[in-house]
C-alpha cells in the first residue's frame, strides 16, 4: 500500500478494497457534505471503486487520511488533473466532523502540495471551495494558497486558489 504523506499526525495512503464503508460512510453525515454536489450512495461506491483503479494509472487519486496514533480514520483527500483548466493539478480533502479545528485540513493540504511538486514536473496546484465555505478558504490560505479570480462554471461559481510552481 502506497503511502503519500506520514508524520507523527496522520497517514495519507492509499485506500484497501476492504475500507470501501470507511469511505462511503464519511459521505453520509450532512454537515461533511454539506458544500459538496449531491451523490448517491451508489455514486459513492463507483467512486472508490475508481480510486482503487486509478492507483495504478499514475501518482493522481483520492487517498485516505488515518490519525498516525490509533489508525482511525479521519477522512479522504485527493489529488488530480484539475479538469476545468488544463496543465493544473487539484487538491481537495473531505474531513470526519469529530476531526474539524484541529488544523489536519491545513497539514493535508500542504502535504498534498508537496506531493504534487514532487510526483509532477509541470502545473500550479489548485483548489476549489463553496463561496460560502469560509472555514476551507481559510484553510487554503493558511496552508499557502492565493485566492484569484472565482471559477464560474454553468451550474456554480467557486472560489478558486492556486500554488503557483516556481
Not at 82 to 107: M, P, V
Not at 111 to 138: F, H, M, P
Request: charged share 30%.
Amino acid at each position: 500500500m502506497h503511502i503519500v504523506h506520514q508524520n507523527q499526525h496522520f497517514i495519507i495512503r492509499q485506500f484497501s478494497v476492504d475500507e470501501q464503508h470507511l469511505f462511503c460512510d464519511l459521505f453520509e453525515d450532512e454537515e461533511v457534505t454539506r458544500y459538496l454536489p449531491y451523490r448517491s450512495p451508489e455514486q459513492y461506491v463507483e467512486m472508490f471503486d475508481a480510486a482503487l483503479e486509478d492507483y495504478t494509472k499514475g501518482p493522481f487519486g483520492r487517498f485516505g487520511i488515518f490519525d498516525a496514533e490509533n489508525n482511525d480514520f479521519i477522512g479522504m483527500c485527493l489529488a488530480r488533473k484539475f479538469a476545468d483548466a488544463e496543465g493544473q493539478i487539484e487538491i481537495g480533502y473531505t474531513l470526519n466532523k469529530k476531526y474539524w479545528g484541529r488544523g489536519i485540513a491545513t497539514e493535508v493540504s500542504r502535504a498534498l502540495v508537496r506531493y504534487c511538486l514532487l510526483n509532477t514536473e509541470s502545473g500550479d496546484i489548485v483548489a476549489v471551495t463553496d463561496l460560502d465555505n469560509i472555514g476551507s478558504q481559510k484553510v487554503l490560505e493558511k496552508a499557502g494558497f492565493s485566492r484569484t479570480d472565482n471559477l464560474k462554471r454553468t451550474d456554480a461559481e467557486l472560489a478558486y486558489y492556486i500554488v503557483e510552481r516556481k
